[in-house]
């Protein structure tokens, strides 16, 4: 068969792949699922099934025949986020409501809007549910600049305060709290492609199926006084009216190789975020057996041992895995691999599923942000739900983004062996729990690739992949590992201090420093070069002043020109105005606008100017930056020190250059803050 057969009637789609040698795997898609959004559940194909490869489409499209085995529930895996008072998004909305049973009420739309109090709280009515229900949505408090709903019920039943034309007291004797309030969002977008390709209806093959959705969060502060100042107004209708909280933006991404799922929440507002990308449902359990679970880096958790086999039908409570669970702290629970076992504990069906080490989901990044909690699992519904953030906080225009992964595997496996593609990468996990001699895993697609270590590793695999895989042993249980393969040499990582929190300061050199007078370079823009592994906004720069001077010091970054290995001629990516050097001390240029440093080579410059009657002192590195200098011609450079090039003539704001030569001076210590 094709790599993905690809069948679709409006918003229902079910996606059939190869699952092993007799066997396909048929997984449903929904671009109508709860609250419009996009799930992995319809009605033709409630689970997750496998077919004889000889099925026909008939008999799997557009009902599920008999021929299928049932073998995981994905019906409530599309992944909301938390805003750390409630769920909301995916198919869930703000769980702040109090559902009221007030037989023949008289309560109408005109009424929706208006206020209640139970005497010591004041409740919203949010909408007429039918003549016998009502929905009041809950009193919210403001800390520290984030609302959060309060989970609270009526203590009494509810009088009018304002806004009702049916003012009659409302009882509270048929109370419901706690009930998801929906909408919870709008401006719901999705699109299919295969390989590029817009789906009609009908039966399609191809090689990768993209669904890509778009959605924006109101605020639960905005729903509440939206409804309140447009008295009889459903708040469903004026949803886009109602001021945003976030967007969230989804790509699920089928392939031969299973299912990637990529996440973006963008704040739009300032609030607190627990997000996890994805999360799995148990698989669908063997009659008289049970679902065993191996993590990575994980020891015990929840009274149950998850180095090895954990049965998960026995685990007690919900079970978060914390820094403290784990056997390396600065490596967080990242993936695992379940299977559903027999009452002979033969394998039946296997998933394995985590979060990729790209973008927020990079160890290092989320080890900072999920100290509370990395992965929780939880005991009523034995469903896993990795962490990529708990409870960071992002301001107004900030985001998070990551990557997960899931991969139905087949009987009989002795290890999780997978590569796992995000388009730009290629990663490689090993997973297994039997001791070994020596084996290796499969992997022609990527001979000769360079095996960098990124996530939690503990079993030792050759620099490279060989013609024959990637050997490996395993002399004590428990082994794992995951590797970026990468072409070339392995990508250099984030350097300290450039990826500090917000309102930090880092140094782009740091080592021993000296004093540096500026005798003879007034009016020279001195360029150094300075490197950074990533794109870093700063919004404040300092350099130090030892010894006082007369006038100020003009600074600014101009890019690098690769093709000549000097600055860019053309103007400077950003001015940073000046500083006075007529007395000792930290001297900072504050920004009105941000700048964003970029990624790779480029070019510190600051020049002396205004009155050059007094040469200043600078504090200086005592080291240069270490990169090549492009000397010219003459070998007349090599009888000094060469630290970088000069611009001559230089007043003014700084524009466009051209080079005059080399100078001497070392670069000025500057330090950065990060917006």
């Given at each position: 068969?094709?790599?993905?057969?690809?069948?679709?009637?409006?918003?229902?789609?079910s996606?059939r792949?190869?699952?092993?040698?007799?066997?396909?795997?048929?997984?449903?898609?929904n671009?109508?699922?709860?609250?419009?959004?996009?799930?992995?559940?319809?009605?033709?194909?409630?689970?997750?099934?496998?077919?004889?490869?000889?099925?026909?489409?008939?008999?799997?499209?557009p009902?599920?025949?008999?021929?299928?085995?049932?073998?995981?529930?994905?019906?409530?895996?599309?992944c909301?986020?938390?805003?750390?008072?409630?769920?909301?998004?995916?198919?869930?909305?703000?769980?702040?409501?109090?559902?009221?049973?007030?037989?023949?009420?008289?309560?109408?739309?005109?009424?929706v809007g208006?206020?209640w109090?139970?005497?010591?709280?004041?409740?919203?009515?949010?909408?007429?549910?039918?003549?016998n229900?009502l929905l009041?949505?809950?009193?919210?408090t403001?800390?520290?600049g984030?609302?959060?709903?309060?989970?609270?019920?009526?203590a009494a039943?509810?009088t009018?305060?304002?806004?009702?034309?049916?003012?009659?007291?409302?009882p509270?004797?048929?109370?419901?709290?706690?009930?998801?309030?929906r909408?919870?969002?709008?401006?719901?977008?999705?699109?299919?492609?295969?390989?590029?390709?817009?789906?009609?209806?009908?039966r399609?093959?191809?090689?990768d199926?993209?669904?890509?959705?778009?959605?924006?969060?109101?605020?639960?502060?905005?729903?509440?006084?939206?409804a309140?100042?447009n008295?009889?107004?459903?708040?469903?209708?004026?949803?886009?009216?109602?001021?945003?909280?976030?967007?969230?933006?989804?790509?699920?991404r089928?392939?031969?190789?299973?299912?990637?799922?990529?996440?973006t929440v963008?704040?739009?507002?300032?609030?607190?975020?627990?997000?996890?990308?994805?999360?799995?449902?148990?698989?669908?359990?063997?009659?008289?057996?049970?679902?065993?679970?191996?993590?990575p880096?994980?020891?015990?958790?929840?009274?149950?041992?998850?180095?090895?086999?954990?049965?998960?039908?026995?685990?007690?409570?919900?079970t978060?895995?914390?820094?403290?669970?784990?056997?390396?702290?600065?490596m967080?629970?990242?993936?695992?691999?379940?299977?559903?076992?027999n009452?002979?504990?033969?394998?039946?069906w296997?998933?394995?599923?985590?979060?990729l080490?790209?973008?927020?989901?990079?160890?290092?990044?989320?080890?900072?942000?999920?100290?509370?909690?990395?992965w929780?699992?939880?005991?009523?519904?034995?469903?896993?739900?990795?962490?990529?953030?708990?409870g960071r906080?992002l301001a107004?225009?900030?985001?998070?983004t990551?990557?997960?992964?899931?991969?139905?595997?087949?009987?009989?496996?002795?290890?999780?062996?997978?590569?796992?593609?995000?388009?730009?990468?290629?990663?490689?996990m090993?997973?297994?729990?039997?001791?070994v001699?020596?084996?290796?895993?499969a992997?022609?697609?990527?001979?000769?690739?360079?095996?960098?270590?990124?996530g939690?590793t503990?079993?030792?695999?050759?620099?490279?992949v060989?013609v024959?895989?990637?050997?490996y042993?395993?002399?004590?249980?428990?082994?794992?590992?995951?590797?970026?393969?990468?072409?070339?040499?392995?990508?250099a990582g984030?350097?300290?201090?450039?990826?500090?929190?917000r309102?930090?300061?880092?140094?782009?050199?740091?080592?021993?420093?000296?004093?540096t007078?500026?005798?003879?370079?007034y009016?020279?823009?001195?360029?150094?070069?300075?490197?950074?592994?990533?794109?870093?906004?700063?919004?404040?720069?300092?350099?130090?002043?030892?010894?006082?001077?007369?006038?100020?010091?003009?600074?600014?970054?101009y890019?690098?020109?690769?093709?000549?290995?000097?600055?860019?001629?053309?103007?400077?990516?950003?001015?940073?105005?000046?500083?006075?050097?007529?007395?000792?001390?930290?001297?900072?240029?504050?920004?009105?606008?941000?700048?964003l440093?970029?990624?790779?080579w480029?070019?510190?410059?600051?020049?002396?100017?205004?009155?050059g009657?007094?040469p200043?002192t600078?504090?200086?590195?005592?080291?240069?930056?270490?990169?090549?200098?492009?000397?010219?011609?003459?070998?007349a450079?090599?009888?000094?020190?060469?630290?970088?090039?000069?611009v001559?003539?230089?007043t003014?704001?700084?524009?466009?250059?051209?080079?005059?030569g080399?100078?001497?001076?070392?670069?000025?210590?500057?330090?950065?803050?990060r917006?």
């Amino acid at each position: 068969m094709p790599e993905l057969i690809v069948y679709r009637f409006n918003a229902l789609m079910s996606v059939r792949s190869r699952f092993d040698s007799t066997r396909d795997l048929v997984m449903p898609a929904n671009l109508a699922y709860a609250e419009a959004m996009v799930g992995m559940w319809h009605s033709g194909l409630p689970q997750v099934t496998l077919v004889p490869s000889t099925a026909t489409d008939d008999q799997v499209w557009p009902i599920m025949s008999a021929v299928g085995t049932k073998i995981h529930d994905t019906s409530d895996d599309n992944c909301p986020i938390n805003t750390g008072w409630s769920y909301v998004g995916g198919n869930h909305g703000y769980d702040v409501g109090n559902q009221i049973v007030v037989t023949n009420h008289g309560k109408t739309t005109a009424d929706v809007g208006s206020q209640w109090t139970d005497g010591i709280r004041i409740f919203t009515l949010l909408a007429i549910t039918n003549a016998n229900s009502l929905l009041f949505g809950n009193p919210y408090t403001v800390v520290d600049g984030i609302a959060q709903g309060a989970r609270v019920k009526p203590a009494a039943p509810l009088t009018h305060v304002s806004g009702a034309t049916n003012k009659t007291t409302v009882p509270i004797t048929g109370l419901t709290p706690d009930v998801q309030i929906r909408p919870a969002t709008h401006s719901h977008t999705a699109t299919v492609e295969l390989d590029g390709r817009p789906v009609a209806n009908g039966r399609w093959t191809g090689q990768d199926l993209t669904i890509r959705e778009s959605y924006v969060i109101p605020s639960y502060q905005g729903m509440i006084d939206t409804a309140r100042t447009n008295i009889g107004t459903p708040i469903a209708t004026i949803m886009s009216r109602v001021p945003s909280l976030c967007r969230v933006s989804n790509v699920y991404r089928w392939s031969q190789g299973g299912l990637l799922v990529g996440q973006t929440v963008a704040a739009l507002a300032r609030f607190t975020l627990n997000a996890g990308v994805t999360q799995c449902a148990p698989l669908t359990a063997v009659a008289g057996g049970t679902r065993r679970q191996f993590m990575p880096n994980v020891g015990s958790a929840g009274g149950l041992n998850w180095s090895v086999w954990a049965n998960i039908d026995t685990l007690p409570a919900l079970t978060d895995f914390t820094p403290a669970t784990l056997k390396d702290r600065l490596m967080p629970a990242s993936s695992m691999t379940q299977w559903a076992v027999n009452s002979g504990q033969i394998q039946q069906w296997g998933i394995a599923v985590g979060l990729l080490p790209v973008a927020d989901g990079v160890p290092e990044i989320r080890a900072r942000h999920t100290t509370t909690k990395g992965w929780f699992i939880s005991s009523s519904l034995k469903k896993n739900y990795p962490q990529l953030v708990w409870g960071r906080t992002l301001a107004a225009g900030e985001s998070v983004t990551g990557t997960a992964y899931r991969r139905y595997l087949a009987p009989p496996s002795a290890a999780t062996e997978i590569v796992v593609s995000d388009s730009t990468h290629d990663f490689v996990m090993i997973e297994r729990v039997d001791t070994v001699a020596q084996t290796q895993m499969a992997a022609p697609q990527l001979f000769h690739r360079l095996l960098v270590p990124v996530g939690p590793t503990n079993l030792s695999v050759p620099d490279r992949v060989t013609v024959d895989g990637i050997p490996y042993s395993m002399p004590v249980p428990s082994g794992y590992g995951m590797w970026r393969a990468e072409p070339d040499q392995a990508q250099a990582g984030p350097l300290p201090g450039a990826t500090c929190s917000r309102g930090s300061y880092f140094l782009t050199l740091s080592g021993p420093t000296q004093n540096t007078t500026y005798t003879g370079t007034y009016q020279r823009l001195l360029l150094h070069p300075v490197y950074l592994a990533e794109p870093t906004p700063v919004d404040r720069v300092c350099v130090e002043v030892t010894v006082a001077g007369t006038g100020v010091m003009r600074h600014g970054v101009y890019a690098h020109d690769p093709a000549t290995g000097r600055p860019a001629a053309l103007g400077p990516i950003a001015d940073f105005g000046s500083v006075a050097l007529t007395s000792v001390g930290v001297r900072e240029s504050v920004l009105s606008v941000p700048v964003l440093l970029p990624a790779g080579w480029h070019w510190y410059g600051h020049v002396w100017q205004t009155n050059g009657a007094t040469p200043p002192t600078l504090r200086a590195s005592d080291t240069g930056a270490a990169t090549t200098l492009n000397l010219g011609t003459s070998s007349a450079a090599m009888t000094g020190d060469c630290f970088g090039y000069e611009v001559t003539g230089t007043t003014g704001v700084l524009g466009a250059i051209t080079i005059s030569g080399i100078h001497q001076l070392r670069p000025p210590r500057v330090a950065y803050r990060r917006a």
